[in-house]
């Protein structure tokens, strides 16, 4: 019982990392975490039970010139706009707050290994989509999460549906970065793997990429890379692999997901708020079956927003806004855009009219970076993380959202430990 209590307080604590929510005016359950993390790191340096490795170094050194040429852009262009001058605050606060869930989790298993960390983040993702569909068709839970989560009034008004932080892009890009470690982990420790897990992860894959599309269609990227990953998976075994790890997590998800879509089409057909928001989800595939074209309303608003810089000197250093300066900065005289500077919510453009080319290379080399370090010390999870890594790029052309918060958590688990607790499972299968 105790050992359960605590399972669901991690899963809780990393819900509260992973989807962020306010605490006071300010102050949000991450920063928290992070002020906690620090503690626990800096004991454990005092102890010399921890080193800082030049990898993390050079990372830290990244994240400081990505926030050196937002203040550079800022002095020049003479505004007020930090967003990202301020950076590597933001990276210290994400590993900080990484590195408390990280040693909860080894506190209440003994140790912590990428496998755990993904399993957590799938379970969390797994009940945010589940909450989230409980907010929809039930008043009472409705009341629950509004209790916690104050901010759902305003995804109400807009008709989107949320979780407890969960909501928008910011919930789709990390959904998707969890649907490739559903599938990756699947199909590198399948074989060790009980059936019971090969079930928690074909269900938790099926629950958030359909509850998870209709909160965020964002989530679509994940769903596709990483069933582009299992088909190329299942296209190039050869018969000597039919009874190996590969084959067998590929048996199930083949199966769940035979078995969902009869579900998901019941539902549709017999739900009204399961077909409205069915139908938001995929609204392109809808359009393209029954108008013949693909379709979709936010495609459509980001057409209107790609804008380019008209000067060369906003294609080096930028302007040095990122949100509309017409909220933040009296005096601003320039073009206005809706809700953003130039009026466009691209990721890509957005970071070129903030810090131009320069910073927005900083930027790329910081991911591709933490990308580095993962793989070199979790080597059998590399398709994992280059998958997580194409994410991040991908979702830039949509919208700017960091997710550097995913690559934390594993930054946080050396080699030594996470295989460690792989043994421990080649031990268990063995028996």
């Not at 379970?123 to 409705?142: D, R, W, Y």
């Not at 109400?156 to 982990?185: K, P, Q, W």
């Amino acid at each position: 019982m105790i050992q359960f209590c605590s399972i669901i307080f991690t899963i809780i604590m990393t819900s509260l990392y992973f989807f962020p929510i306010d605490i006071v005016t300010g102050v949000n359950s991450k920063m928290i975490m992070a002020g906690f993390g620090l503690i626990v790191f800096m004991v454990q340096l005092a102890q010399r039970k921890k080193y800082l490795e030049k990898d993390y170094l050079f990372l830290t050194l990244f994240a400081g010139l990505v926030s050196l040429s937002g203040f550079f852009s800022m002095w020049y262009n003479d505004t007020n706009d930090a967003t990202y001058a301020t950076y590597l605050v933001s990276m210290m606060v994400w590993l900080g707050g990484a590195y408390f869930v990280v040693e909860l989790i080894k506190f209440v298993h003994g140790k912590a290994s990428a496998v755990l960390v993904a399993n957590y983040l799938i379970a969390v993702c797994a009940l945010q989509s589940i909450i989230a569909l409980g907010v929809e068709m039930n008043p009472t839970v409705k009341s629950l999460v509004d209790s916690v989560y104050p901010g759902g009034a305003y995804y109400e008004e807009h008709n989107r549906m949320y979780g407890i932080g969960a909501s928008l892009d910011v919930a789709g890009t990390r959904f998707s970065a969890v649907l490739c470690m559903i599938v990756c982990i699947g199909i590198a420790y399948g074989k060790v793997l009980k059936k019971e897990w090969l079930i928690f992860y074909g269900l938790s894959f099926m629950i958030i990429a359909t509850i998870g599309n209709m909160i965020s269609r964002t989530t679509t990227v994940g769903v596709v890379l990483s069933l582009i990953y299992l088909l190329f998976v299942v296209f190039n075994m050869d018969k000597k692999e039919i009874s190996k790890s590969k084959t067998r997590f590929c048996k199930w998800m083949i199966v769940i997901i035979g078995l969902s879509i009869p579900l998901i089409v019941y539902y549709y057909r017999y739900n009204d708020v399961i077909y409205k928001n069915l139908r938001f989800a995929f609204e392109g595939f809808f359009s393209l079956v029954e108008k013949g074209e693909w379709d979709v309303h936010s495609n459509d608003m980001l057409q209107n927003m790609v804008v380019f810089p008209e000067t060369l000197k906003t294609w080096i250093i930028g302007d040095g806004y990122f949100d509309n300066p017409g909220i933040s900065d009296p005096y601003y005289t320039g073009k206005m855009g809706t809700a953003y500077y130039m009026g466009t919510d691209i990721g890509y453009l957005r970071f070129i009219f903030y810090f131009g080319l320069v910073g927005l290379l900083l930027f790329i080399i910081f991911f591709c970076y933490a990308t580095k370090i993962c793989i070199k010390h979790l080597v059998a999870l590399k398709i994992m993380f280059l998958l997580i890594l194409a994410v991040n790029f991908i979702v830039w052309f949509k919208v700017s959202t960091d997710i550097f918060l995913v690559f934390a958590l594993f930054l946080c688990i050396s080699k030594e430990e996470n295989d460690e607790y792989n043994n421990s499972i080649l031990l268990e299968k063995a028996e």
